[in-house]
């Protein structure tokens, strides 16, 4: 079954602690992304990667970092989170960044941050 | 930085109602998706358009693509409670990585 898998589902952290949001889809896909997701604001795209090794920001990157060593995993890493990256993180692949193909989403990180 | 603007930002309507959501943009696209959200799940692809002009239907969904690839509608006839959740547009551009979400549209479809 093709799958974007997230982890954790649901995390409460404090303040400058640092965590990794993993991601890991099974569809050999060139492109991945993250989002967050808050009321109000719809999806905002954070970083995105065209392939291995290949990385670019997107609308809000502030704050954090992400790598592509292997093709099917994307970690969102937060090296000092703030109260402010509280939100619903989204990772995001699809086959290519072709803007036709089907972009398949995970099903969400809830993230607070105290 | 481009921008979407869907409206209604929030749409209440009877079974069997039909709607319209818009996506405008002052930016063109290569081409803009339409997705569907459920609570507690990432949201999931309706349709993709292309092509300027371009109408796409699916069931009771009719997508459309404005002329200058700038905006966007999705008409719902015979709405139905099923069709409750949160409608997102995306526009990307070609093999750009980049691509802008509106901040969707919450419909509800009461019995």
């Known amino acids: 079954e093709a799958q974007v898998t997230q982890n954790p589902r649901y995390l409460i952290t404090v303040t400058g602690k640092k965590l990794t949001v993993t991601c890991s889809q099974n569809m050999n896909h060139e492109y991945m992304s993250w989002y967050r997701q808050d009321p109000g604001l719809g999806l905002r795209q954070i970083y995105y990667?065209?392939?291995?090794?290949?990385?670019d920001k997107g609308d809000v990157p502030e704050g954090y970092k992400v790598s592509r060593k292997e093709k099917r995993n994307f970690p969102l890493i937060l090296e000092s989170p703030s109260p402010n990256q509280t939100s619903l993180y989204f990772c995001?692949?699809?086959?290519?960044?072709?803007?036709?193909?089907?972009?398949?989403f995970g099903e969400g990180s809830w993230l607070t941050v105290v | 930085t481009q921008l979407l603007e869907q409206s209604p930002q929030f749409l209440s309507i009877q079974e069997g109602e039909n709607l319209t959501v818009y996506c405008n943009s002052s930016?063109?696209?290569?081409?803009l998706q339409w997705y569907r959200q459920e609570p507690g799940e990432g949201p999931v692809l309706l349709v993709t358009v292309v092509t300027g002009g371009e109408v796409k239907k699916l069931k009771r969904l009719t997508f459309q693509f404005g002329d200058a690839r700038k905006d966007s509608s999705l008409h719902i006839t015979a709405a139905q409670p099923g069709d409750t959740g949160l409608y997102l547009c995306a526009g990307a551009n070609t093999n750009a990585g980049k691509s802008t979400f509106g901040d969707g549209t919450t419909l509800t479809v009461k019995p």
């Open positions: 930016s063109v696209f290569s081409s």
């Open positions: 990667s065209m392939n291995v090794e290949v990385t």
């Open positions: 995001a692949s699809s086959r290519t960044a072709f803007s036709g193909n089907t972009i398949y």
